[in-house]
């Protein structure tokens, strides 16, 4: 497949044509959504609680981030590279959100970063990301990083209020320069507004069908444990799948049934006599 381009996704959007968007934290995902023919893939920092154990996305550090964006990065070929830059990083100031950029670019070679939020100092960060030459991916509606503020992980947009929010802050951020943005958990009507009028993609995770679609890796797969939100859709057991295969292999080993003769080396009646000698 030739590479993804953000001008790509601008001919996606205009013919029609949805984008396919999935996170991946290490290597074989990132070669599994390289063989799916995906279009972005992201470096969520959802690797935190997915993959890392974390109980939200807010502990996970930039050298954590970057760890796992490196591996993804060396299994990704043709699909566009976005990272998310954990919370923290970009907090303080244009600068720091700067520097922060340039660490995942320059180190981890991702092809742009993911920001959480749309208000002024947000946009801000936006700017002076991209005035670097980073290019910049907005997310808003749900934003896990802040989601205490926001009275916890829960659909935004169904109130005037933030409704009004909501869109505003999609054309602040395309304003700003992003040039995709991830809108999570708000009402499909409302997210369908934009769908015409912003003048960039948006790419939907609970916000209806969007310009195209992102899920958690390990909340599609079947890996996450327990209770998923609304907007996740279950393509594969691959959790319920690696129990079952761990339970056999623990069970062949204590029976002794692993390893069989096919799995074991051979070696001459002499080399086996000096062995013992
Ligand atoms: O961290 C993540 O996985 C994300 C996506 C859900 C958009 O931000
Ligand atoms: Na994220």
Do not use: C, W
């Not at 590479?3 to 968007?21: C, D, F, H, S, Y």
């Not at 939020?117 to 947000?122: I, M, Q, T, W």
């Not at 909340?219 to 799948?241: C, M, P």
């Not at 049934?257 to 080399?271: C, K, M, N, R, T």
């Amino acid at each position: 497949m030739p590479q993804i381009t953000i001008p790509n996704l601008r001919e996606k959007r205009a013919n029609g044509e949805p984008i396919v968007m999935v996170t991946a934290y290490d290597y074989p995902a990132a070669r599994a959504a390289e063989r799916a023919g995906v279009d972005l893939v992201l470096v969520g920092d959802s690797g935190a609680q997915v993959v890392l154990g974390y109980p939200s996305t807010v502990p996970v550090s930039t050298d954590e981030m970057l760890m796992m964006a490196k591996a993804v990065r060396r299994g990704t070929e043709s699909a566009l590279l976005v990272s998310d830059v954990p919370f923290g990083s970009t907090e303080e100031s244009d600068a720091q959100a700067v520097a922060t950029a340039v660490r995942f670019a320059k180190e981890a070679g991702v092809d742009a970063v993911k920001l959480e939020g749309g208000n002024a100092s947000r946009l801000s960060r936006i700017r002076a990301i991209v005035d670097a030459g980073i290019p910049v991916v907005a997310h808003i509606g749900l934003t896990p990083q802040t989601a205490t503020a926001l009275g916890g992980l829960r659909a935004q947009g169904r109130t005037t209020e933030t409704a009004e929010r909501l869109v505003r802050e999609a054309f602040a951020v395309a304003e700003a320069g992003a040039f995709l943005v991830v809108i999570e958990a708000v009402p499909t009507g409302v997210a369908d507004v934009l769908r015409d009028g912003l003048p960039i993609p948006i790419i939907g995770i609970g916000a209806g069908p969007a310009h195209g679609q992102v899920l958690v890796l390990h909340d599609l797969l079947g890996v996450t444990e327990g209770n998923t939100a609304k907007f996740v859709k279950r393509f594969g057991s691959i959790g319920d799948d690696t129990v079952a295969a761990l339970s056999s292999y623990a069970a062949e080993v204590r029976s002794g049934a692993f390893p069989g003769a096919e799995h074991q080396y051979s070696a001459s009646d002499e080399a086996v006599a000096a062995a013992r000698a």
